[in-house]
């Protein structure tokens, strides 16, 4: 068993590192099952095929509809855990059960004896993987210090085109040489004691003080915490903040049954409060659209790549190991520069034009960003030679990364603090259910059976289209009053405003300031 850490470890500083580990180990996993070599290549008349796909003998719908089903866990995962949440005492073991679960179903997808079982275990995979995405960025928006919550988003951020990349290369290299199976059966391996020391945690508070400083819900009464109170579990009683469970009523199978009904009521009107705000809305189809495209270079890229430039023709990749390794390492350098360079371009811009609201010039960022990322990509997979190809791709990811810290931060700040953590899961779902989950199969049917380099090059032009109705969204947001965001986004507005403050006081003292809330414990605060 891991021993419990001390209280005095829980610092914001420590938080993100653990939270950043999670995320490249949940990442890689996302760039493995892309990866050329694990993914391998249908049967064909005069071949056996490769990879996962000769294994089970399926084409590219099928291999497409795997990202699909671990898209579908993940969608059904995400309001679970958002929900629990909120009723719980120690949301942070949550993530610990996310992280145990998709322990066990990584590791069932190295021992998959059909493709059936492979299906259902990618499934599993993405509910556990519902956890993190559910938690993380709000814990995150809590912990960091309030002048550099863009740049500690941008790091976190940062772990998944880091993660995905590290993804391509591994599962190349492990593939290659070891089996596709043993990929999965190592990460599974990896991601073990981070799960077994998340498990040893103390409980962590997120948005703790929320209760009694809350604002009412948007355009509605205040909200009760009563025994009417439909967003906990009050069972007729005097109940805490998050509805924790008190005393034998609540055992009773009709008070169980009530209160669950109460908490399903309750999640809906938060939905439908999430609903009412236009920024947030409109930032919401940017992203959605924006992820669609995101979601088929990252199931299909390394595919595409070998697909148009396999073959000493086309400028000669002989192996599919080599467009994961060259693709890995091109989506690493462009992750780390366009992630990062997105946070420093929120903070630059907000100095600069002090009167803009935050959710403006975040999605203003990713407009831009957006559009010229779908230039440079439309030209990418035309290029004469594969080295053409690299350096015209680099480019075009850098400027799709950049987009990664601002629409986050944007979704963050377009709503209340106390809605950041539904808002986020509800982020996940509607990105994932109308973004990446049905393209990538979409992409596989549009493909064909044998698809020739003309194919590829064709399919991939005609989904990057979707880029520039992500910009079209972000614009919108961009350049749109929403009255009702900003006045929901004034715990955020009041942040930016001290934050910025504190740059015209002095950048010593705001560094100083922050370093030490990055390192003040959070365990015995007040």
């Known amino acids: 068993m891991v021993p419990a850490p001390p209280a005095s470890w829980y610092t914001p500083a420590r938080l993100l590192a653990l939270f950043c580990v999670m995320s490249l180990l949940i990442y890689l996993d996302r760039g493995v099952i892309s990866s050329a070599a694990v993914s391998g290549a249908p049967a064909t008349a005069s071949s056996p095929g490769s990879g996962l796909q000769g294994d089970f003998r399926v084409g590219y719908e099928l291999y497409g509809a795997l990202q699909a089903a671990f898209m579908l866990g993940l969608l059904l ?13 120690n949301p942070f073991r949550l993530i610990a059960v996310g992280l145990w679960i998709w322990v066990a179903s990584t590791l069932a997808c190295a021992a998959a004896p059909s493709y059936a079982f492979l299906f259902l275990a990618r499934c599993a995979v993405g509910a556990g993987e519902a956890s993190f995405c559910a938690l993380a960025a709000p814990f995150i928006d809590d912990v960091a210090p309030k002048a550099r919550k863009t740049r500690w988003l941008a790091v976190f951020y940062l772990c998944i085109p880091v993660g995905v990349a590290s993804g391509f290369i591994y599962g190349g290299s492990v593939g290659a040489n070891l089996g596709w199976r043993w990929a999965f059966a190592i990460e599974s391996a990896a991601m073990a004691p981070v799960a077994a020391f998340c498990s040893a945690c103390a409980p962590v508070p997120l ?86 495209v995101v979601g088929v270079y990252a199931v299909w890229g390394p595919k595409a790549a070998f697909g148009v430039f396999g073959g000493a023709a086309e400028g000669g990749l002989e192996r599919p190991s080599e467009a994961d390794f060259a693709l890995g390492v091109v989506t690493v350098v462009a992750g780390v520069f366009g992630t990062l360079l997105g946070g420093f371009a929120v903070d630059h811009f907000a100095r600069k034009h002090p009167s803009a609201s935050g959710v403006r010039v975040a999605a203003g960022i990713c407009a831009v960003s957006a559009v010229t990322a779908f230039a440079f990509l439309e030209c990418a997979f035309r290029a004469p030679t594969f080295a053409a190809f690299v350096a015209v791709f680099f480019v075009g990811q850098s400027l799709v990364f950049v987009v990664q810290a601002p629409v986050n931060a944007a979704v963050l700040w377009s709503v209340r603090p106390e809605q950041r953590p539904l808002a986020c899961s509800m982020t996940t779902v509607f990105v994932h259910l109308l973004g990446d989950v049905p393209t990538p199969p979409m992409f596989g049917v549009a493909l064909g059976r044998e698809p020739e380099a003309g194919d590829w090059r064709a399919a991939l032009g005609g989904f990057t289209v979707a880029m520039l109705v992500a910009a079209a969204a972000f614009g919108a947001a961009a350049v749109a009053r929403f009255g009702a965001g900003r006045e929901g986004n004034e715990g955020n507005a009041e942040a930016v405003e001290e934050g910025r403050e504190r740059r015209e006081g002095g950048e010593e003292e705001e560094a100083a300031e922050a370093e030490a809330e990055a390192s003040a414990p959070l365990l015995g605060r007040g």
């Open 77 to 89: 995962g995400c309001p679970v855990f958002s929900s629990l949440a909120k009723h719980s005492a």
């Open 207 to 292: 948005n703790a003080p929320e209760e009694e400083d809350a604002e009412p819900p948007r355009g509605g009464a205040p909200r009760e915490t009563s025994d009417s109170d439909p967003s906990g579990f009050s069972g007729g009683a005097a109940s805490s903040p998050r509805g924790e469970r008190s005393g034998p009523p609540r055992r009773r199978r009709g008070v169980a049954f009530a209160a669950f009904a109460a908490s399903v009521r309750g999640f809906a009107r938060d939905v439908l409060d999430l609903a009412r705000v236009p920024a947030y809305v409109t930032v919401l189809v940017g992203y959605v659209f924006y992820t669609a």
